[in-house]
């Protein structure tokens, strides 16, 4: 079945580092890649989407690429700030069925 | 504009009870509709999706229910609740299948 799978469990940077999520995945054809955001206490926010080979998405100074040829779907942002902290997940959606697969999620902490 | 709103915001009930858990879409006609379940630190498990009026299908099983009796409302229940039930309980809509937007949740407490 499909699969989302992100290599960091934890992420810590500090304000103006560079970060870099990763976020493969595991599907037939063309599936639509997202990221989301979720702060505590609250429900997770749409960042952006891709549906197809070499497409960018972007939102909020993040953006990822989609790389069918590697499967993958790497967050990344040149310069993070505190505010950026939170539950990032990347999710693979069947836009027929509407069923989203999320991966486990990522918890960026920023220190100032 | 479009707003989602769940309710209660949060329960604490006891195993073996019933529960019965909404949420309404406002702004948006015949959206698609779903519900998620999250663990306590854990990611999001898509429970149930509808894509109109009576017509509910079930992702996962784990002894709930869920039901779509308008075009902009979605309710999630169980005649006994267990304590894996526990959880973050979010509604999303979307429209034709596109990106998800999630309400604010509710925080259900089996004791």
């Known amino acids: 079945g499909d699969s989302v799978t992100q290599t960091e469990g934890q992420v810590a940077l500090s304000e103006e580092d560079f970060l870099t999520i990763h976020c493969n995945y595991s599907?037939?054809?063309?599936?639509?890649l997202f990221w989301y955001v979720q702060y505590p206490g609250e429900g997770p926010q749409f960042l952006f989407r891709?549906?197809?080979?070499?497409e960018k998405g972007s939102s909020r100074g993040f953006e990822a690429t989609y790389d069918k040829g590697t499967t993958s779907f790497h967050l990344r942002k040149a310069s993070v700030q505190e505010s950026d902290s939170a539950v990032y997940y990347c999710?693979?959606?069947?836009?027929?069925?509407?069923?989203?697969?999320f991966g486990d999620g990522t918890v960026l902490t920023v220190k100032p | 504009a479009q707003t989602i709103h769940q309710w209660p915001v949060a329960e604490i009930k006891a195993v073996g009870s019933p529960l019965s858990l909404g949420c309404t879409i406002k702004?948006?006609?015949?959206?698609?509709l779903y519900w998620y379940w999250q663990a306590t630190g854990g990611t999001l498990q898509q429970l149930f999706y509808?894509?109109?009026?009576?017509?509910v299908e079930s992702v996962v099983q784990l002894n709930l229910s869920a039901s779509r009796p308008k075009d902009d409302q979605f309710i999630l229940s169980t005649e006994k609740l267990l304590l894996s039930h526990s959880g973050f309980y979010l509604c999303?809509?979307?429209?034709?299948?596109?990106?998800?937007?999630f309400g604010p949740g509710t925080r259900l407490t089996v004791l």
């Open positions: 702004g948006k006609s015949s959206p698609n």
């Open positions: 891709a549906s197809r080979d070499k």
């Open positions: 999303a809509w979307s429209l034709t299948g596109g990106e998800q937007y």
């Open positions: 509808s894509i109109t009026v009576g017509q």
């Open positions: 999710a693979l959606g069947n836009t027929n069925t509407g069923k989203l697969t």
């Open positions: 599907a037939s054809g063309y599936p639509a």
